[in-house]
C-alpha cells in the first residue's frame, strides 16, 4: 500500500508541475494591422544575407501568391522591378531606403512588405544534404510608418527524413545532390516556409478586404483580441 500511495503522490506531484510549466499563449497582437488593414501591398526584393547571390528573386518569386490568396492586390513584381530600375535603384538595399511618401506618391500601396533572407541554400554532407531558408517579413502602412505585421520562419528539409538505413540515406543525399543540379530545391522549401509564415493560425497574414472570408475571419479575431 505504501509503494502505491508513493507512486500515487509522484503522479500528482509530477503532473502539477507539467500543469505549471504550461500557460496558454498569449494572442499575437492584431491591433495594429486591424486599424490600418491594407487593400494593397507593395512586396520589395529581399535584402539578401546568404552566400547564394539569386536568392532574393528566387524568393520574391514565391511570395506574390500566397499573399494574394489571403485577399491583397500585391503589385506585380517584375513591373516594380523594372521601374525601380530605370529610375537608377538597382539593389534590394537601395529600394528599401526609399522613404515611404515617396513610395506612396509614385505607387500609392496601402503598405510595404520588407523581406529579409537570413539564410538560403543546400548544405551537402556524406550521408545527408540539408536545404535551409530563414525568412524575415515586416508589413508596413505607408501613411503612418507604422509596423503592423511582422513574422520570422527558419524551414530545414533534409534528404534523410524518413529514411532508414545509412545506405538509404546514402543513397537520398546522393540522388539529391545530382537533381539540384537541375531542380533547386530552395524553392520547394521556400513555398512550405510561405505556409507557415503567411497561413499560420497563431501569427499568419490577416485575410484580406479582397478574400471571401475577410468579414468572418475579422470577427474571430477582434473576439481573441478582447
Not at 505585421?149 to 532508414?164: G, I, L
Not at 524553392?187 to 512550405?192: F, T, W
Request: a positive charge; hydrophobic letters at 40%; aromatic letters at 8%.
Amino acid at each position: 500500500m505504501k509503494k502505491i500511495s508513493l507512486i500515487i503522490v509522484t503522479l500528482f506531484i509530477f503532473f502539477m508541475l507539467i500543469g505549471c510549466s504550461i500557460t496558454p499563449k498569449k494572442p499575437y497582437n492584431y491591433k495594429p494591422f486591424l486599424q490600418k488593414m491594407p487593400t494593397s501591398i507593395l512586396v520589395l526584393p529581399p535584402i539578401n544575407h546568404s552566400l547564394e547571390v539569386n536568392a532574393p528573386y528566387m524568393y520574391i518569386s514565391t511570395v506574390t501568391r500566397p499573399i494574394a490568396e489571403k485577399g491583397y492586390y500585391v503589385y506585380p513584381v517584375a513591373v516594380i522591378d523594372a521601374l525601380m530600375r530605370e529610375n537608377g535603384v538597382t539593389t534590394p538595399e537601395n529600394m528599401h531606403q526609399i522613404p515611404l511618401k515617396k513610395l506612396k506618391e509614385i505607387i500609392d500601396p496601402d503598405a510595404v512588405l520588407y523581406l529579409t533572407i537570413k539564410e538560403w541554400g543546400t548544405q551537402y554532407k556524406l550521408i545527408d544534404s540539408q536545404t535551409i531558408i530563414n525568412i524575415s517579413a515586416k508589413l508596413v502602412d505607408t501613411e503612418s510608418g507604422t509596423t503592423i505585421w511582422q513574422s520570422t520562419k527558419r524551414m530545414v528539409k533534409s534528404s534523410s527524413e524518413n529514411r532508414n538505413g545509412i545506405a538509404e540515406m546514402l543513397v537520398a543525399a546522393l540522388i539529391n545532390q545530382v537533381m539540384s543540379n537541375f531542380l533547386d530545391p530552395s524553392i520547394d522549401v521556400a513555398r512550405i516556409l510561405n505556409k507557415n509564415m503567411y497561413y499560420n493560425s497563431y501569427n499568419g497574414l490577416l485575410v484580406g478586404k479582397l478574400h471571401p472570408l475577410h468579414e468572418e475571419k475579422i470577427k474571430e479575431i477582434n473576439e481573441q483580441n478582447e
